[in-house]
T-cell receptor
Framework: SQTIHQWPATLVQPVGSPLSLECTVE??????LYWYRQAAGRGLQLLFY??????ISSEVPQNLSASRPQDRQFILSSKKLLLSDSGFYLC???????????FGPGTRLTVT | LAKTTQPISMDSYEGQEVNITCSHN???????ITWYQQFPSQGPRFIIQ???TKVTNEVASLFIPADRKSSTLSLPRVSLSDTAVYYC?????????FGTGTRLQVFP
């Protein structure tokens, strides 16, 4: 069966520091992968999606970037974090049906 | 870009049927409408998906009218464990748009 992992689970970083969040998927090949951000008490905001290695689409202009160095690995990065980057970051892979997405456990990021 | 509207919150009692509606204009004519459930500090969980009319699975039903300007998630006989936030997901010109979410509180 397919599983999706995210780490770290929680992270506290100072403003201006770099960021690297990792997401890996097991049990499937060439999945569509997504990064979302959810501010406290708010809905989900799509940040990036990828349909294959090295293929990244950005949905929202920001100081974040994403990379997909391997088929089942999706990385979210920032060179300098802002206070507004705080939130719950979720990675998801897409199942057999379009928009049938399966989410990872998430990373709660607090920028101080 | 399509806009979605969901009630902010709903209350129910155990054993009742709950219907949550998402209004969405200008969505893609040939893409699914999908619903998710989210518990605190967890990622959303896929519930059900449909394109038109009615879809039913082991946990919910989804009603979509012919004009596809809304969709209604129906949860039969809710229990305390159904307390969560429910989101609709629609597509507009290849852009995924999550609804604002409906917080369902189920009371004993």
């Amino acid at each position: 069966s397919q599983t999706i992992h995210q780490w770290p689970a929680t992270l506290v970083q100072p403003v201006g520091s770099p960021l690297s969040l990792e997401c890996t998927v097991e049990g499937t090949s060439n999945p569509n992968l997504y990064w979302y951000r959810q501010a406290a008490g708010r809905g989900l905001q799509l940040l990036f999606y990828s349909v294959g290695i090295g293929q990244i689409s950005s949905e929202v202009p920001q100081n974040l970037s994403a990379s997909r160095p391997q088929d089942r690995q999706f990385i979210l990065s920032s060179k300098k974090l802002l206070l507004s980057d705080s939130g719950f970051y979720l990675c998801a892979w897409e199942g057999a049906s379009s928009y049938e997405q399966y989410f990872g456990p998430g990373t709660r990021l607090t920028v101080t | 870009l399509a806009k979605t509207t969901q009630p902010i919150s709903m209350d129910s009692y155990e054993g009742q049927e709950v219907n949550i509606t998402c209004s969405h204009n200008n969505i893609a004519t040939n893409d699914y409408i999908t619903w998710y459930q989210q518990f605190p500090s967890q990622g959303p969980r896929f519930i059900i998906q449909g394109y038109k009319t009615k879809v039913t699975n082991e946990v919910a039903s989804l009603f979509i009218p012919a004009d596809r300007k809304s969709s209604t998630l129906s949860l039969p006989r809710v229990s305390l464990s159904d307390t969560a936030v429910y989101y609709c997901l629609v597509v507009d010109t290849d852009k995924l748009i999550f609804g604002t979410g409906t917080r369902l509180q189920v009371f004993p």
